[in-house]
């Protein structure tokens, strides 16, 4: 029974972190760049259509229905991800960044981004396949980039004194550094290399201790509020390059 618990959660958080890379590929080769090989879309455009509500229609449409897919999906996940032998084991991780992406609301505005990225390929090149290719490419890099800046995105805690000493339980340690009396950082990779003689290393080089930024579980809004802000602004700014794009290609 929980084997298949925890099974269906791994399947899934792929899915949400993945999804944003097929719907961009789908945008880029269906939603914009077949219409452009083929001509269709500016024989709509000379009739009753105009080229911005062509878009906006798609968009919406699209938009509208892959956000309430996800919007249902998100919420099952982290309830799915809250019951206690999870909570209470090591599984649990809501630093790791497929988790923190598929629990909040960062995973429907990354497929809005997706959604937008690959409409405005489509229109940018006017051939499927390369829309497909050059919006997936960009996409996966947006999804592998982006978790990078998620703990910068929010002030992070500090504590000071030995290693891990003062973070709390489930935190998200963003950095580790040791610093000398006079607070310069000094390295101390070869002093982990053996714990057992981790504090004479220590005190020749004269570390006094370690100060570690961190973010606490309770930083888990802020910072998904943070990237979805990122996110959307990310996607205004594409769909109104796009609109301009339009503007320029039709009379």
Same mark, same amino acid.
């Given at each position: 029974?929980?084997?298949?618990?925890?099974?269906?959660?791994?399947?899934?958080?792929?899915?949400?972190?993945?999804?944003?890379?097929?719907?961009?590929?789908?945008?880029?080769?269906?939603?914009?760049?077949?219409?452009?090989?083929?001509?269709?879309?500016?024989?709509?455009?000379?009739?009753?259509?105009?080229?911005?509500?062509?878009?906006?229609?798609?968009?919406?449409?699209?938009?509208?229905?892959?956000?309430?897919?996800?919007?249902?999906?998100?919420?099952?996940?982290?309830?799915?991800?809250?019951?206690?032998?999870?909570?209470?084991?090591?599984?649990?991780?809501?630093?790791?960044?497929?988790?923190?992406?598929?629990?909040?609301?960062? &995973?429907?505005?990354? /497929?809005? !981004?997706?959604? $937008? @990225?690959?409409?405005? *390929?489509?229109? #940018? %090149? +006017? =051939?499927?396949?390369?829309?497909?290719?050059?919006?997936?490419?960009?996409?996966?890099?947006?999804?592998?980039?982006?978790?990078?800046?998620?703990?910068?995105?929010?002030?992070?805690?500090?504590?000071?004194?030995?290693?891990?000493?003062?973070?709390?339980?489930?935190?998200?340690?963003?950095?580790?550094?040791?610093?000398?009396?006079?607070?310069?950082?000094?390295?101390?990779?070869?002093?982990?290399?053996?714990?057992?003689?981790?504090?004479?290393?220590?005190?020749?080089?004269?570390?006094?201790?370690?100060?570690?930024?961190?973010?606490?579980?309770?930083?888990?809004?802020?910072?998904?509020?943070?990237? &979805?802000?990122?996110? /959307?602004? !990310?996607?205004? $700014? @594409?769909?109104?390059? *796009?609109?301009? #794009? %339009? +503007? =320029?290609?039709?009379?």
């Amino acid at each position: 029974m929980w084997s298949i618990h925890v099974f269906w959660l791994g399947w899934t958080s792929v899915l949400l972190t993945g999804l944003p890379v097929a719907v961009a590929a789908w945008a880029g080769a269906a939603l914009t760049g077949a219409e452009q090989e083929r001509g269709t879309a500016a024989l709509a455009w000379t009739q009753s259509v105009s080229p911005r509500r062509w878009i906006a229609v798609k968009w919406a449409v699209a938009g509208g229905v892959l956000v309430t897919g996800v919007g249902v999906l998100v919420p099952l996940y982290v309830w799915a991800r809250s019951v206690p032998f999870l909570t209470q084991s090591g599984t649990y991780d809501w630093a790791d960044w497929v988790v923190f992406t598929a629990s909040g609301p960062v &995973t429907p505005a990354l /497929l809005l !981004l997706a959604l $937008t @990225l690959g409409a405005y *390929a489509g229109l #940018l %090149l +006017r =051939r499927s396949l390369a829309a497909l290719a050059v919006s997936a490419g960009v996409m996966f890099g947006a999804v592998q980039g982006l978790p990078q800046l998620i703990p910068y995105l929010w002030p992070a805690e500090r504590a000071f004194g030995g290693l891990g000493e003062g973070v709390p339980s489930g935190a998200w340690r963003v950095s580790e550094t040791a610093l000398d009396a006079r607070g310069r950082p000094v390295p101390m990779g070869e002093c982990l290399l053996d714990e057992s003689a981790f504090r004479q290393c220590a005190d020749a080089k004269g570390i006094e201790g370690v100060e570690t930024l961190y973010h606490p579980v309770s930083h888990a809004v802020p910072l998904h509020l943070a990237e &979805t802000a990122l996110v /959307l602004v !990310l996607t205004a $700014t @594409l769909a109104f390059a *796009a609109l301009r #794009l %339009l +503007r =320029r290609r039709t009379p």
